[in-house]
């Protein structure tokens, strides 16, 4: 098997996500046994948080949610840190959503960052994770000429994973889009 660094950074980030929403949540959280290689990243309804990563190595990270995993993780990260349940929102669409998913998304980056630091001795570092509803998906395509995120059309020297979460009734979707790199350890 190669130590492709994408690999090693989807399994860092099923880590940092479970770990994470679970103590955020108070909830068990898991993740399918299988990260699956695909053809681009994107995010898609009804919910979506991204953000980009770069330093040693570069890509971005994009989660999806349903209007059910979405206000599932709100509700239960807010009753968690002791807000009353009737001040909570009550549609995914709601900004208060929005920014929560955003936050536990910054939560999980900077928890999976730490582990590659750990473990590789690189750095990466992230923008403000981004959040949004959405009625349609959206393709996030990284440019490879830069090793910087954005739009582009050399999308060939990224890879991609996609990685699925279960919560109590309802699954959210995390995909991964890395620079063609490997991480080789140096005794």
Not at 59 to 77: C, I, P
């Amino acid at each position: 098997m190669k130590n492709l660094a994408i690999d090693r950074l989807a399994i860092a980030l099923c880590q940092a996500t479970k770990e994470t929403l679970e103590k955020g949540i108070g909830q068990d959280v898991t993740y399918v046994k299988t990260i699956q290689d695909i053809p681009r990243v994107s995010i898609r309804p009804d919910l979506g948080c991204f953000v980009q990563f770069y330093g040693d190595y570069n890509g971005l990270v994009a989660f999806s949610f349903s209007d059910e995993s979405a206000l599932y993780l709100y509700r239960n990260y807010m009753l968690t840190m002791g807000m009353p349940a009737e001040g909570l929102a009550v549609n995914a669409t709601s900004a208060e959503v929005a920014d929560s998913i955003g936050e536990l998304t910054n939560q999980i980056l900077g928890c999976a960052m730490r582990m590659v630091e750990s473990e590789y001795d690189l750095n990466a570092k992230f923008g403000q994770p981004k959040a949004l509803t959405l009625s349609n998906g959206i393709t996030l395509v990284p440019e490879a000429s830069t090793g910087v995120v954005g739009a582009g059309s050399g999308a060939s020297a990224f890879d991609n994973r996609r990685i699925v979460f279960k919560l109590e009734e309802s699954r959210f979707y995390l995909e991964l889009a890395m620079e063609h790199i490997a991480f080789i350890l140096i005794d």
